[in-house]
T-cell receptor
Framework: EAQVTQNPRYLITVTGKKLTVTCSQN?????MSWYRQDPGLGLRQIYY???????DKGDVPEGYKVSRKEKRNFPLILESPSPNQTSLYFC???????????FGDGTRLSIL | DAKTTQPPSMDCAEGRAANLPCNHS???????VYWYRQIHSQGPQYIIH???NNETNEMASLIITEDRKSSTLILPHATLRDTAVYYC???????????????FGRGTQLTVWP
């Protein structure tokens, strides 16, 4: 089954403790992207990747890192999480940037 | 800087057509219009996309005006399960490394009532 898988689905952690949210897709898609969603603000793009080893900033990249060493994986790294990064996060992928995106089920992060 | 403008909310009676508008007055000639929806806090779901011609699939119809400055998503027979936030997006202006940037905005909350 074609899917985008995010882990963990839920995480409560403390300020400053490094964490990684994994994202994996099994569709051989070139384009992958991370979004965060906060009440009243819709979806905002954090980082995206056009292909392996090609990543770039979206609208709200501060405090986040990404890597794209393999085509299927696009982890989101919070080196020193802070409470303002408490949010619902979505990973998405598509064949190309102009193609319909497939979204994961989301990861709800709470930073205390 | 918004790429699209949508009303924050709309409602519709079950069984009636839901018509969701979107303004994209700065759209370029080769940019597609995409529609997604998000039910509760689930991952957004692709609905339909188009360039200049009207499009229809099993979920919805997309009507794009001749000047391409606006579009309307039509759910022909809305059901309670169509209650969701609907997002209209276009590719952002091409500014070098921003090719992959996608702007979802706040969308339109559609409520279908019995």
């Amino acid at each position: 089954e074609a899917q985008v898988t995010q882990n963990p689905r839920y995480l409560i952690t403390v300020t400053g403790k490094k964490l990684t949210v994994t994202c994996s897709q099994n569709m051989n898609h070139e384009y992958m992207s991370w979004y965060r969603q906060d009440p009243g603000l819709g979806l905002r793009q954090i980082y995206y990747s056009m292909n392996v080893e090609v990543t770039d900033k979206g609208d709200v990249p501060e405090g986040y890192k990404v890597s794209r060493k393999e085509k299927r994986n696009f982890p989101l790294i919070l080196e020193s999480p802070s409470p303002n990064q408490t949010s619902l996060y979505f990973c998405a992928s598509s064949i190309q940037v102009y193609s319909p995106q497939h979204f994961g089920d989301g990861t709800r992060l709470s930073i205390l | 800087d918004a790429k699209t403008t949508q009303p924050p909310s709309m409602d519709c009676a079950e069984g009636r057509a839901a018509n969701l508008p979107c303004n994209h007055s700065t759209i370029s000639g080769n940019e597609y219009v995409y529609w997604y929806r998000q039910i509760h806090s689930q991952g957004p779901q692709y609905i339909i996309h188009g360039l200049k011609n009207n499009e229809t699939n099993e979920m919805a119809s997309l009507i794009i005006t001749e000047d391409r400055k606006s579009s309307t998503l039509i759910l022909p027979h809305a059901t309670l399960r169509d209650t969701a936030v609907y997002y209209c997006i276009v590719r952002p202006p091409d500014r070098g490394s921003t090719l992959g940037r996608l702007y979802f905005g706040r969308g339109t909350q559609l409520t279908v009532w019995p």
